[in-house]
């Protein structure tokens, strides 16, 4: 069964916006958003802890992305504003159960992360 879905993909301009989304169906000790451009490494956008109020962001997007989790509809969102083209790439929701599950680190490729969904492209055009 499919744990994890993305959503939320598309083509914007130099500057436009676009909100990702990651539906589950079961709550994670940690989840993140991570990327991947045509040959380069897949790297970590953003992560969060549930249940607490530790976000982070890695330099490339802070201050334009903002993750964020709707506990109702069992959602996490990536809202991506002023977008720019070295944003392209293919955006993935990972996911860790539990602290003996793996690892909620995003400065790496994100090797500890056991749980993730398909993907949904972004393409940002100048």
């Known amino acids: 069964q499919e744990q994890l879905r993305e959503s939320g993909g598309g083509s914007v301009q130099v500057g436009g916006s676009l909100r990702l989304s990651c539906s589950y169906i079961?709550?994670?000790?940690?989840m993140a958003w991570f990327r991947q451009a045509p040959g380069k490494e897949r790297e970590g956008v953003a992560n969060?802890?549930?249940?607490?109020?530790?976000?982070y962001y890695t330099d490339p997007v802070k201050g334009r992305f903002t993750i964020s989790q709707d506990k109702a509809t069992n959602t996490l969102a990536l809202q991506m504003n002023n977008l720019q083209p070295e944003d392209t790439a293919m955006y993935y929701c990972?996911?860790?159960?539990?602290?003996?599950?793996?690892?909620?680190?995003?400065?790496?490729?994100?090797?500890?992360?056991?749980?993730w969904g398909q993907g949904t492209q972004v393409t940002v055009s100048s």
């Open positions: 990972a996911a860790v159960e539990n602290p003996l599950a793996g690892t909620c680190g995003i400065k790496g490729s994100g090797r500890g992360f056991p749980i």
């Open positions: 079961t709550n994670y000790y940690c």
């Open positions: 969060f802890y549930a249940g607490s109020e530790h976000i």
